[in-house]
């Protein structure tokens, strides 16, 4: 057992959906011809100026609330000084010592542990461009089109004591922005990004040791291995005598480790100042008030209530709403009529593996909440049996057809005449003497064996219920 202790605060950088920029009009669409969504207040021409985006301000307020953070009446707009190529003004518009909101928590669960994070604050910003580097041209390129695109910032308390806490922590902050439709959370994208802050410190001893900052991780994957990987690499120097140094460091993702890039630098090193072009943000209780009237029901909310109204495990429930789609396909289904749970078995085992396999989120399952009302209702009446369900529903979900469709053109219905079972069922134990002699002896597990046999027989159509109660009839 390690002696050390990790501490690990979180930096998560949250694109805000809105049509146009931050400071401009121009469009935040992403995937465009490079440089097409630029303009001169973006690329920081001389003399323009900027204007505040209202819905940026919006969606920012919106999560704040979310998140129980104490929402300040005024913020103020800074420069972030610092020079990179893909910052075309050489300074980042953000927020410093006036932000939007500030003193904010979020649960989450690790190991049916419930731990409280703290959020240090949430402060609205601008990103910056994009860096791209050709290793067989030997040049690197600079694309400005996601310059100025709005972005909220999401400071965690150094609260977070593992990897598993921190992919816990930021699975829940990217389920309520996508909840509040204000992010679309899209990792790969770069939608939602984050920086981890680790530190190691002896059990039992208060005071932080020297942090290094681990940059741009985009996916929990890389998030978690990252994480590991440094707090390892940490204890290896102290337990070797060596110091930590303070920087910033990229993981690499090939090979699996932590590589520096550069000294980190401290609130000093960016000399923000006020933006003079400007005006500070003021909030007024009335638009909170507003606001908080629009904030949907989010998941911790939704996942109590599918424990309570649904009778759901509370595994099973915090499957189902970690993605609203996912939540709302369950109860887009269940209001059709079949019984939650098996709804969610369903869900969880069959249409999770289809889409997994198709690599597509369910807002693109060709399998829609009706397909599957349809077919668990098919089964409850005993037009077809579980297993010839679970043979159809991989068609289902690639051709689009229903149920009912697909069960008539295959004739798959279920045989429920008890007259064609009951001969199928002589059939199966006059072939199977032995077995039917040590069933009768006490070995009743065989009568596995026979339903099997019948089911074979019957191509899986036979109605169980009724084999079942053949079998023993006959068997008496």
């Known amino acids: 057992m390690s002696v050390y202790e990790a501490v690990i605060g979180l930096e998560v950088h949250a694109q805000l959906r809105t049509r146009t920029k931050i400071f401009c009009g121009c469009s935040t669409q992403f995937g465009r011809e490079p440089n097409s969504n630029v303009c001169p207040v973006c690329t920081g021409m001389p003399g323009v100026l900027p204007v505040l985006n209202r819905t940026a301000v919006e969606y920012a307020l919106k999560m704040a609330l979310a998140v129980q953070c104490r929402v300040n009446n ?22 410093y010592e006036l932000p939007l909101a500030e003193h904010g928590h979020l649960r989450i669960w690790v190991d049916d542990v419930e731990r409280t994070i703290g959020i240090t604050r949430i402060h609205m910003e601008e990103d910056a461009g994009k860096s791209i580097h050709s290793a067989t041209e030997n040049k690197s390129f600079v694309d400005l089109n996601r310059t100025g695109v709005p972005l909220i910032e999401i400071v965690s308390e150094p609260d977070l004591r593992s990897a598993d806490e921190a992919v816990a922590y930021l699975k829940a902050l990217r389920s309520i922005l996508v909840y509040l439709e204000i992010c679309d959370g899209n990792m790969e994208e770069g939608s939602f990004r984050c920086d ?46 060596e110091m930590i140094v303070q920087e910033t460091r990229l993981y690499d993702v090939d090979k699996g480790i932590t590589i520096s890039m550069r000294g980190k630098e401290e609130a000093h090193d960016y000399r923000y100042f006020p933006d003079p072009d400007l005006v500070p943000v003021l909030v007024r209780e009335e638009q909170l ?18 424990i309570s109204e649904y009778g759901l495990p509370t595994t099973a429930a915090q499957t189902l709403t970690a993605e609203k789609d996912l939540a709302e396909y369950f109860e887009n289904v269940v209001r059709l009529g079949p019984e ?7 869900m969880l ?21 009706g397909h599957l009302a349809e077919l668990l209702a098919m089964i409850d009446s005993g037009k077809i049996s579980t297993s010839i369900a679970k043979q159809i529903f991989p068609e289902i979900f690639a ?49 596995g064996f026979f339903v099997g046999q019948i089911m074979r027989q019957t191509k899986g159509q036979a109605n169980p219920d009724m084999v079942n109660k053949l079998i023993l009839e006959k068997l008496q």
């Open 74 to 95: 005024r913020s103020v707009f800074a420069r972030k000084n610092y020079f990179y190529p893909d910052l075309p003004k050489a300074y980042q518009i953000s927020q």
């Open 196 to 241: 981890a802050n680790i530190s190691i410190r002896p059990k039992g001893v208060t005071e932080l040791g020297t942090r290094t900052e681990l940059k741009n991780l985009n996916s929990f994957r890389h998030v978690h291995k990252a994480i590991e990987y440094e707090i390892s690499r940490q204890a290896v120097l102290l337990e070797d005598g």
């Open 289 to 306: 008030h507003t606001l908080r009237q629009s904030i949907p029901e989010l998941p911790q909310a939704r996942e109590a209530r599918f």
């Open 340 to 346: 939650p749970q098996k709804v969610c078995n369903w």
């Open 349 to 369: 085992t069959d249409l999770l593996r289809e889409l997994n396999q198709a690599r597509i989120p369910v807002a693109q399952s060709p399998l829609n909440p």
């Open 399 to 447: 051709t689009k057809d229903s149920p009912q469709a697909i069960v008539e053109r295959k004739g798959l219905a279920q045989i429920s005449d008890s007259g064609a079972l009951e001969a199928v069922v002589d059939k199966i134990l006059a072939a199977n003497p032995k077995e039917v002699e040590a069933y009768k002896n006490g070995k009743t597990k065989l009568m």
